[in-house]
């Protein structure tokens, strides 16, 4: 089993930045990938970025050139920095992790969410 814990939501202007952070615990080892995902209102939950162990990453199209994900393995922590925000990037942000070191699907490991809202 692996628990997450996300930090580092919060209200921001327009053009602002923010940094996510998730830290991992319980069966580090089984860990290949993680990634961060969101979900607006009424909206299915979506993926926004993903990261293997060997530091491969992608990014959803939307995010590009202004959100970049990295990891700090010795922490077993994962992060998200997000700059330039928009309006359409509120959500609930939540961290992922997967046993399976591929950047295209999640793992079964959630955390409990953090909440990013971007309003004047």
């Known amino acids: 089993q692996v628990q997450l814990v996300e930090s580092g939501g919060g209200l921001v202007q327009p053009g602002g930045s923010l940094r996510l952070s998730c830290v991992a615990s319980g069966s580090i080892s089984s860990i290949s990938a993680m990634g961060w995902y969101r979900q607006a209102p009424a909206k299915q939950r979506e993926m926004v970025a993903t990261?293997?162990?060997?530091?491969?990453?992608k990014h959803a199209d939307a995010v590009k050139g202004r959100f970049i994900i990295s990891t700090d393995n010795a922490k077993n922590m994962v992060f998200l920095q997000m700059n330039n925000l928009k309006p359409a990037d509120t959500a609930v942000y939540y961290c992922?992790?997967?046993?399976?070191?591929?950047?295209?699907?999640?793992?079964?490991?959630w955390g409990q969410g953090t909440q990013v809202t971007v309003s004047s």
């Open positions: 990261i293997t162990r060997a530091g491969s990453t």
């Open positions: 992922n992790s997967n046993k399976y070191s591929t950047l295209y699907s999640p793992g079964d490991s």
